[in-house]
């Protein structure tokens, strides 16, 4: 074939990709991709005095997310009640992706090492509760939490207790909502990187009288890294975003980002302020998705 | 006694993480089925097995217009994004890279990123201003809204389906003569059917799923299963909360039974 022809032919295969990508690309312009940029403008107003805005530049959207300006001398101090929410969702976010890889790596494990036919069925185990309503699963979870809920009847029935424990409606309660939610999301990429693993490897490390600790670590732990990282973003990106959860196992008090977002839109409080956490949100995300992108990368190529 | 063989993968205690975490994961929704079956009118205290909070759901006129509102919704989401999305899966499989195709991936994939309250939030910003300006308040938007995040969850099944197709077929047409739309009515159509049928129950289990964009995103009265069972927070809590997750819970795993039916290898 001509080059000529060559060329022809690939500027009307590009061509048609893009003409056949339009209506979704159109739709998500419009309902997903398009309104973030609304969000990014709203952040440099002033806020109206019922909520909503006014259209005038301001950077105190901005400001708001650290210092609160003083009612009576309008000097500007350190929010302090922000930055516990901050703390708050950054904390649990990380307490929930380390109890995630506590509980889903030796699941993973556990999954990746049973003959191939039972396999499949652990797999399907994992990803029935990944797909279902996060609502839902946040209900079953607060049933069992609750004050008159599985643990307290049982450990009451059992005289371990004599008052009900208070669990729910604490950022307890909040941790092991979001570890349960999310757990799914952790063991499926580590489930893929394991699967991978080739198992000589640790016949060679006993054979050189390594003990099970130091094959752990010095030799399953290196090799799965990759699946380690993307499974931890994945847990990380979705808690520090969190709304549900918290929203329903909280209570009103325990407050995540997610819910102060909320609050400053649909309680008509400070609609820039609510934009400029959302942008902040989104930044960070996209920063860790770009490492997660980076790590599963590595993981498809070896000499990476 | 028994010898019991080595196995060189075995870490010890792995296992019994493993196995508690299943049932860990299993136990809270096993609970919440459980006391949806209660007689009594509270989730914790059982007073014997009934379908009451079955009926009394069922009877529930909030209920049944929710589930009416969230299936339309559902079904429509799952057309449009399907659609939109089988069409951008056959632009961007089986052909040679072009400029921009990392683009169309990575904007399509967009919806699973950005963190739904974002979205959220935006979305309700924008429709407030179109329905200001049009007066119009149907569900035009949550149609619209849940169409959009559904899909990447179209695509990739679709996607992945055509990466398993050679152009073989699709070729043999073409030296039959078939034109462009006939090759695809009569050759790619079929063979990706079950790639389509996948995508769209994805699409719908999500739609019928999303609590977020839905409480932000709808007008007054336009309450979804899952936002009703939210608003319900608000009140104390009867097992009718609990049948109708129950519900939910079995037709979302019916029909994900049905997807890996559907898309599980043949090998």
């Not at chain 1, 997310?65 to 969702?89: E, K, M, N, P, V």
């Not at chain 1, 580590?190 to 099970?212: K, N, P, Q, V």
């Not at chain 2, 909030?62 to 509102?69: I, L, Q, S």
């Not at chain 2, 429709?127 to 990447?152: D, E, N, R, W």
Request: charge should be positive; charged fraction near 15%.
């Amino acid at each position: 074939m001509s080059s000529a022809a060559e060329e022809r032919m690939r500027r009307q295969s590009a061509r048609n990709g893009w003409l056949l990508s339009m209506p979704a690309l159109a739709l998500l312009a419009v309902a997903a991709i398009g309104p973030l940029a609304i969000i990014v403008v709203y952040s440099f107003l002033t806020p109206g005095q019922y909520g909503n805005v006014v259209w005038e530049f301001s950077w105190d959207g901005w400001v708001s997310i650290l210092f609160s300006r003083d009612i009576f001398d309008g000097t500007l101090g350190l929010a302090d009640a922000h930055l516990t929410i901050f703390w708050r969702s950054v904390k649990l976010s990380i307490m929930t992706t380390l109890v995630a890889f506590a509980l889903g790596f030796p699941t993973a494990w556990f999954i990746a090492t049973r003959p191939a036919r039972q396999r499949a069925m652990w797999l399907f185990l994992i990803t029935i509760p990944f797909w279902t309503n996060l609502l839902i699963r946040t209900f079953a979870i607060m049933e069992v939490i609750r004050a008159e809920g599985v643990i307290n009847t049982v450990l009451l029935w059992a005289g371990v207790i004599e008052r009900p424990l208070a669990i729910i409606y604490t950022d307890t309660a909040v941790l092991i909502g979001m570890a349960y939610v999310y757990l799914p999301l952790m063991v499926l990429p580590l489930f893929a990187a394991i699967d991978r693993f080739d198992m000589r490897l640790l016949e060679a490390g006993y054979d050189l009288y390594a003990s099970r600790w130091q094959v752990l670590r010095r030799i399953i732990l290196p090799i799965v890294k990759p699946g380690i990282v993307a499974g931890s973003i994945l847990v990380f990106v979705p808690s520090l975003g969190a709304y549900v959860t918290p929203r329903v196992l909280g209570g009103g008090k325990n407050m995540m980002i997610g819910n102060f977002i909320e609050l400053q839109f649909l309680a008509g409080r400070n609609w820039p302020l609510g934009a400029a956490l959302s942008v902040t949100l989104l930044v960070i995300v996209t920063v860790a998705l770009l490492f997660y992108v980076r790590a599963a990368n590595r993981g498809s190529n070896p000499h990476g | 006694m028994a010898e019991r063989r080595y196995e060189i993968s075995r870490i010890p205690g792995f296992a019994t993480i493993a196995v508690a975490t299943f049932v860990m994961l299993y136990l809270p929704i096993a609970a919440l089925v459980t006391y949806s079956f209660n007689a009594g009118n509270s989730v914790a205290v059982w007073e014997g097995f009934s379908l009451h909070w079955y009926e009394k759901a069922w009877a529930n006129q909030a209920v049944k217009d929710a589930t009416v509102r969230s299936l339309t919704i559902a079904v429509c989401a799952a057309v449009i994004s399907t659609a939109v999305a089988t069409l951008a899966a056959m632009g961007t499989t089986r052909r040679a890279r072009f400029r921009g195709d990392t683009f169309i991936y990575v904007a399509i994939n967009q919806p699973l990123m950005v963190p739904e309250i974002v979205t959220a939030v935006a979305l309700m910003i924008l429709f407030g201003m179109v329905k200001q300006a049009t007066g119009y308040q149907g569900l035009g938007y949550l149609i619209l809204a849940h169409s959009a995040f559904c899909i990447p969850f179209a695509y990739l099944p679709i996607r992945a389906r055509l990466e398993g197709m050679d152009l073989s077929f699709e070729t043999a047409a073409a030296d039959l003569y078939a034109s462009p739309w006939q090759t695809f009515r009569h050759v790619t159509l079929p063979l990706l059917g079950p790639g389509i049928l996948a995508g769209a129950m994805l699409a719908f289990v999500i739609s019928l799923d999303d609590v977020i964009i839905t409480e932000f995103v709808k007008s007054g009265g336009q309450d979804t299963l899952p936002t009703y069972m939210l608003g319900q927070l608000r009140r104390t809590m009867t097992p009718e909360v609990n049948a109708i997750s129950s519900a939910l819970l079995a037709l979302t795993v019916l029909l994900l039974t049905a997807f890996f039916l559907l898309t599980r290898k043949r090998d």
